[in-house]
């Protein structure tokens, strides 16, 4: 099992500019998120997706796009790219439970000019 | 309100001596789970250890031990016999249900351990 996969790993991206984060995970979770984690500072949930076809917003959403057609892949847009945005990403997957850890990706370092 | 409060931003420990993470918790659902995670300088996530809302015996993994005191909404990391390799950023975490399973992380405590 690969786990969670994320690409790529590193990017730099224009004021202005749009980019894709891909996340992939092969352990047929149904749940999965994407944080950010701005320097020194914890987790922030962006979007989260209970299954195929339903996302929904977590604590930081604007500036963010996800879509979730399978239930592998799980990828955030971003649309019209800010020095804000300017962090590390990660994608998380885990079972619906609260007994259960989320599995991580490990992560795309975003930066934003 | 859902809410995890790491109150120490950095912590020294000698190497081979015990050292112990705070973590309060905030929520209104009874039904819940604590986590630790790992961060080193690489970067990833690596889950430590799990804590039930219902279990009645602290969990433990190896070194690293969970003091969950559910009446203080306290979940404390133990981790005995420090090693240089446990010097990283520790985040606790708490998984609810209300909100599709979302996890809330705390701002992260940042450990030095010191030959």
């Known amino acids: 099992n690969a786990g969670v996969t994320q690409t790529p790993k590193f990017r730099i991206l224009k004021i202005g500019q749009s980019m894709t984060l891909q996340c992939t995970q092969d352990?047929?979770?149904?749940?999965m998120y994407w944080y950010r984690q701005d320097p020194g500072m914890g987790l922030k949930l962006i979007y989260y997706?209970?299954?195929?076809?339903?996302?929904d917003k977590g604590e930081v959403p604007n500036g963010y796009n996800v879509s979730r057609s399978t239930t592998e892949d799980f990828p955030l847009r971003l649309e019209l790219a800010a020095p804000s945005q300017t962090s590390v990403y990660f994608c998380?997957?885990?079972?619906?439970?609260?007994?259960?850890?989320?599995?991580f990706g490990p992560g795309t370092r975003l930066t934003v000019l | 309100a859902q809410k995890i409060t790491q109150t120490q931003p950095g912590m020294f420990v000698q190497e081979k001596e015990a050292v112990t993470l705070d973590c309060t918790y905030d929520?209104?659902?009874?039904?819940?789970?604590l986590f630790w995670y790992k961060q080193p300088s690489s970067g990833e996530m690596i889950f430590l250890i799990y804590?039930?809302?219902?279990?009645?015996q602290n969990a433990t993994e190896g070194r690293y031990s969970l003091n969950f005191q559910k009446a203080r909404k306290s979940a404390n990391l133990v981790i005995s016999a420090s090693q240089l390799g446990d010097s990283a950023m520790y985040f606790c975490?708490?998984?609810?249900?209300?909100?599709?399973?979302?996890?809330?992380f705390g701002a992260g405590t940042r450990l030095f351990v010191k030959a």
């Open positions: 998380a997957s885990s079972y619906p439970y609260s007994t259960h850890e989320q599995f």
């Open positions: 352990m047929n979770h149904n749940y």
């Open positions: 997706s209970v299954g195929a076809g339903i996302t």
């Open positions: 929520t209104s659902d009874q039904s819940y789970g």
């Open positions: 804590q039930g809302s219902y279990d009645e």
């Open positions: 975490a708490m998984r609810v249900h209300t909100g599709g399973f979302k996890t809330i």
